[in-house]
């Protein structure tokens, strides 16, 4: 049974290029979630969806970043322009249930993303 | 809003002993409370979670935790610690996980 899966698993980029990050989550599963994990920071909610709709991006750091979930299984979380400061790794994690706090979230294994 | 504390960056043990790694909570309503452990270069696995009944709950890999009302805690424990177990874990609540900083534990031969 295949787990959340996330593309690319590692990804460099150069100042100001645009970066795309894609996540496919648990079959089934109706909530999705977007993490980023640094050193300085720890581990912080970006965005999170619920049967694909935004519920809150109140994470999200600035404009640079945005979130889509066009369908049940693939979001993607968009980076344009990227800055050195965004490097980090980008979790994301998908969860089923009836959004009432209880759900066990599944992570999937990340993106490393290295801005230079 | 539902919000944890890991008051320890690292907790070091030897292999064989007991473990605790310690979480307090802060939360307005019924705590939802989970852990979860990173293993170096790798995702975060669910351990274990309490949303109610009884205060111990028992999870993965032989890691159990007690929730504590009155002291508002969830701490982590296993009753013997193997060198396997050397991770990092992270308390978190909610269901927009608020993660605490994360405890490093190290289980040392």
């Known amino acids: 049974d295949a787990g959340v899966i996330q593309s690319p698993r590692h990804e460099v980029t150069e100042m100001g290029q645009e970066v795309t990050l894609r996540c496919k989550p648990i079959s089934g599963h109706n909530s999705l979630f977007w993490y980023r994990q640094t050193m300085m920071r720890g581990l912080e909610l970006l965005i999170y969806f619920n049967n694909n709709v935004p519920i809150d991006d109140s994470g999200m750091p600035e404009d640079r970043f945005s979130a889509k979930m066009p369908n049940a299984s693939f979001s993607t979380l968009k980076i344009q322009p990227s800055e050195p400061r965004d490097s980090a790794v980008y979790f994301c994690?998908?969860?089923?249930?009836?959004?009432?706090?209880?759900?066990?979230?599944?992570f999937g294994p990340g993106t490393r993303l290295l801005v230079l | 809003a539902q919000s944890v504390a890991q008051p320890e960056d690292q907790v070091n043990v030897a292999e064989g002993n007991p473990l605790t790694v310690k979480c307090t909570y802060s939360v307005s309503g019924n705590p939802y409370l989970f852990w979860y452990v990173q293993y170096p270069n790798r995702g975060l696995q669910f351990l274990l979670k309490?949303?109610?009944?009884?205060?111990l709950v028992k999870g993965s890999y032989g890691f159990e935790a007690e929730f504590n009302k009155s002291q508002t805690s969830f701490h982590l424990k296993k009753p013997s610690a193997l060198v396997s177990d050397s991770a990092l874990y992270f308390c978190?609540?909610?269901?927009?996980?608020?993660f605490g900083k994360g405890t490093s534990l190290l289980v040392t031969p």
């Open positions: 978190a609540a909610g269901y927009a996980l608020n």
């Open positions: 309490y949303i109610t009944g009884d205060n």
């Open positions: 994690a998908s969860s089923f249930g009836l959004f009432g706090g209880q759900e066990t979230q599944y």
